[in-house]
């Protein structure tokens, strides 16, 4: 028993100070954006400030356009997690409950395509944004459009990977039953798999709205037009040559960080079980 | 292979079974639909996938052969001389030493600490339940953003952590931790290490999850040690999870470009770059040889992934 207490107690204090070691840049990013500008230039940063001002956030939110930006991102991102989420689902049972010739093959292929080098590729999309931009004006350069193509397509291996493991555990007698029942393909799929493979889907969610919503390189590529850009543009304007606005960045990096962590806290539960799908044997 | 009857994308059936036999002997039309039957299902998918991911791929192993103007004009075929140049740049050598530790350390690292951090979150006890929401952080905050929070922190006479380790004395002054590769290829590392960590915690943790109690049971009654346990009960029953582990982390950290990007630009000069970093870098001078590098980085991650796929093969064989 006193062997257990003494263990708690070790794994408690572990366990904290680890939190405490994890969660501090971002305290001092939230700080930072709080703090006056004389305490942001000083040689002694202390981690609390007593005069707390939110001319940094004014700075930030005065950015050109910033509201729209937000809006942009929110809408790319959203896109980007609703549309991946249903096309990787199809996928995955598609992967797992078809037997058909190529199915290896298809499967190397979402491999290999998950370890494209993306900063490599921003030369050849670019010409392939343009060109898809004069027969649909929907999706070439300047458009969000563009950017939802991109990274929808990016972020589908990954998530049917993930999937697939979730659809395989989900047991055949379950549809089995249910086509008995004369339940049609539709309904198995809607009524059946989906429910079951939902915790899958959330964690795919998540990885899906984190890569669109972070994103700076494609953003940077396709979105030519400054009237049309996205959030981390914002955050652009804050890097001088010189020295940079230290207030101002962290000011409009916790404006940018908010969203997800509530989007995090929003899936959390659901992570680790989600998970769960991508590691089974 | 491939039927000439069946539109050339679709995919032939193979029986229920996986085996090619039966379905010869079905009408052409049931033939024909179970061919078809994961087309509508799997097409959206690998349509997007082969236009947007794998057609530039194509692209930028065309160009890598082309001799390119910097203003984007191609002059030409430019045989392997884009990769000859390449591999005459006297930084190659040290770029590629770099990629090697950048990738062993942030890897082996992560691995090793998110084992022990799974562990300690399988535990039932009070304080886990923040530490969990802790290690998300580092997930939602933008690999970019957390990588300037920590030059924010470095900054050699506003800096966070230099104003710390002056107080508790475990330097005299502030130092340019990022001006020197000597220091700032190890904070790079710590970097890459803390935002690695939480998508392989969680998934060793869902790994861990997966493992029955009896089989624990079953050790104690055996009077097995507790590392023992750990060593020969839950590791070994840990391999597909950690399988996924290493592999999206060697993808993910060979291929990351925001930390070094954002810490010191693989300055100075080219002291901190690993060949990811150094293939953006010589884009802005030569498309040609900068899209060589870009083929060998594909070629490196693809050999990587594949020994280390292979070499898990062979060792579950060697059970």
């Known amino acids: 028993m006193h062997d257990r207490r003494v263990g708690r107690l070790v794994a408690n204090t572990v366990a904290v100070l680890a939190a405490a070691v994890v969660a501090f840049p971002l305290y001092w990013m939230v700080l930072s954006a709080f703090k006056p500008d004389d305490e942001i230039n000083s040689a002694h940063p202390r981690p609390w400030t007593w005069a707390p001002t939110l001319g940094n956030f004014r700075d930030a939110l005065g950015v050109n356009g910033f509201g729209g930006y937000f809006l942009n991102s929110l809408l790319v991102a959203s896109v980007v997690v609703v549309l991946s989420a249903g096309i990787a689902f199809l996928a995955a049972v598609a992967l797992t409950r078809f037997h058909f010739r190529f199915r290896t093959t298809i499967l190397v292929m979402f491999l290999v395509a998950q370890m494209v080098p993306v900063e490599a590729l921003t030369i050849p999309l670019f010409f392939l944004v343009r060109d898809m931009g004069t027969a649909v004006p929907q999706i070439g350069l300047s458009t969000l459009g563009s950017l939802m193509l991109v990274h929808l397509a990016f972020s589908l291996p990954f998530a049917i990977w993930m999937l697939r493991g979730f659809v395989a555990a989900v047991p055949d007698t379950l549809e089995e039953a249910a086509r008995l029942d004369g339940a049609n393909r539709f309904t198995i799929l809607w009524r059946i798999l989906f429910p079951l493979v939902a915790p899958g889907l959330a964690a795919t969610s998540v990885f899906s709205f984190i890569t669109a919503w972070n994103d700076f390189v494609f953003a940077k590529t396709f979105l030519l037009d400054p009237d049309t850009q996205t959030l981390p543009s914002a955050l652009m304007v804050f890097f001088k040559p010189d020295e940079n606005d230290w207030g101002g960045i962290m000011a409009a990096s916790t404006l940018m960080t908010v969203p997800v962590l509530v989007f995090f806290v929003l899936v959390q539960r659901h992570m680790v079980s989600g998970l769960g799908g991508a590691v089974k044997d | ?319």
């Open chain 2, 1 to 319: 292979m491939r039927e000439t009857a069946s539109p050339p994308t679709s995919r032939k059936p193979s029986g229920d079974d996986g085996q090619a036999a039966p379905a010869a002997r079905r009408p052409f039309s049931a033939r024909l639909r179970t061919a078809l039957g994961p087309l509508p299902w799997i097409s959206p998918a690998i349509i997007l996938i082969a236009f947007v991911v794998l057609w530039p791929v194509v692209e930028m192993v065309r160009s890598s052969f082309l001799r390119i103007r910097r203003s984007g004009i191609v002059k030409g075929s430019n045989g392997t001389d884009n990769y000859k140049k390449l591999f005459d740049e006297p930084d190659f050598t040290h770029v590629l030493w770099n990629t090697m530790v950048w990738v062993v350390c942030v890897v082996g690292i992560t691995i090793v600490l998110s084992l022990a951090l799974a562990q300690l979150f399988n535990q039932q006890f009070p304080g886990r339940r923040v530490a969990r929401w802790a290690l998300i952080i580092p997930w939602a905050a933008s690999v970019f953003m957390t990588a300037i929070v920590f030059r924010w922190m470095l900054h050699h006479s506003y800096g966070a952590i230099n104003t710390l380790l002056v107080d508790l004395h475990v330097i005299d002054e502030g130092k340019d931790w990022l001006g020197e590769p000597s220091t700032a290829f190890p904070w790079m590392i710590g970097v890459a290490v803390f935002v690695s960590l939480p998508f392989t915690t969680y998934t060793l943790l869902a790994g861990l999850q997966t493992i029955p109690g009896e089989v624990y049971e079953a050790a104690r009654m055996d009077g097995a040690s507790t590392w023992r346990t750990y060593l020969s009960v839950t590791l070994p029953l840990l391999r597909p999870a950690i399988l996924v582990a290493v592999v999206i982390n060697l993808i993910n950290v060979f291929n990351s470009f925001p930390i070094i990007w954002a810490m010191t630009g693989g300055g100075p000069g080219y002291e901190t770059d690993t060949t990811t970093t150094f293939m953006y870098k010589i884009k802005a001078s030569d498309i040609g040889e900068s899209a060589a590098l870009s083929v060998v980085n594909f070629g490196i991650i693809i050999v990587l992934v594949l020994l280390y796929l292979g070499v898990n093969r062979w060792n579950k064989e060697a059970d």
